[in-house]
T-cell receptor, first 113, second 114 residues
Framework: AQSVTQPDIHITVSEGASLELRCNYS??????LFWYVQSPGQGLQLLLKYFSGDTLVQGIKGFEAEFKRSQSSFNLRKPSVHWSDAAEYFCAVEGNYGQNFVFGPGTRLSVLP | DVKVTQSSRYLVKRTGEKVFLECVQD?????MFWYRQDPGLGLRLIYF???????EKGDIPEGYSVSREKKERFSLILESASTNQTSMYLC?????????????FGNGTRLTVT
């Protein structure tokens, strides 16, 4: 069965600092991987996705993520964090043609001015 | 842009009431999903549907049922609401089987059962 871990429950960074959120997955075949962001009281918004090809994928809001098969990881990065990036971030894996999404527990990001 | 609309942002219901949560998507997606989200537990799948009148149980279907009479609408029903069903409920849709498309979420319904 698929599973997703996000080792960091809560991360605090200063505005302008770089950010890396970790995601590790367990899946037997080629995974389809996603990062979502959730602002307080809102639904989840897709940041980026990886299906195949280039292992470094670009998303919205200046985010990128790198798929590393050897490490079963799909870490999310941003070179310079803005105060509006404060939110909860979810990594997800899908392996059944759009019917079986498994989400990680989420990482809450706080941004200091 | 895909739009997934949940009919209510906030609901307050009494224990034992029958509760309907409605979700509509406007992109002709085949798959629709209902999740609940609780602090420390993340997103848990309640039910999903891959076609009209078709449904599959997710990880936590107990106490819930669903209805999909039309492709664009997926309803979650709490037959007899209980306080442990107080939660944030998220509806989502995706393109369909054989298409590796992401989930598109609504803004959620925060349900409080008193």
């Amino acid at each position: 069965a698929q599973s997703v871990t996000q080792p960091d429950i809560h991360i605090t960074v200063s505005e302008g600092a770089s950010l890396e959120l970790r995601c590790n997955y367990s899946y037997g075949a080629t995974p389809y991987l996603f990062w979502y962001v959730q602002s307080p009281g809102q639904g989840l918004q897709l940041l980026l996705k990886y299906f195949s090809g280039d292992t470094l994928v670009q998303g919205i809001k200046g985010f990128e993520a790198e798929f590393k098969r050897s490490q079963s990881s799909f870490n999310l990065r941003k070179p310079s964090v803005h105060w509006s990036d404060a939110a909860e971030y979810f990594c997800a894996v899908e392996g059944n043609y759009g019917q079986n999404f498994v989400f990680g527990p989420g990482t809450r990001l706080s941004v200091l001015p | 842009d895909v739009k997934v609309t949940q009919s209510s942002r906030y609901l307050v219901k009494r224990t034992g009431e029958k509760v309907f949560l409605e979700c509509v998507q406007d992109m002709d997606h085949e798959n629709m999903f209902w999740y609940r989200q609780d602090p420390g537990l993340g997103l848990r799948l309640i039910y999903f549907s891959y076609d009209v009148k078709m449904k599959e149980k997710g990880d936590i279907p107990e106490g819930y049922s669903v209805s999909r009479e039309k492709k664009e609408r997926f309803s979650l029903i709490l037959e007899s609401a209980s306080t442990n069903q107080t939660s944030m409920y998220l509806c989502a849709s995706s393109l369909g089987q054989g298409n590796n498309s992401p989930l598109h979420f609504g803004n959620g319904t925060r349900l409080t059962v008193t």
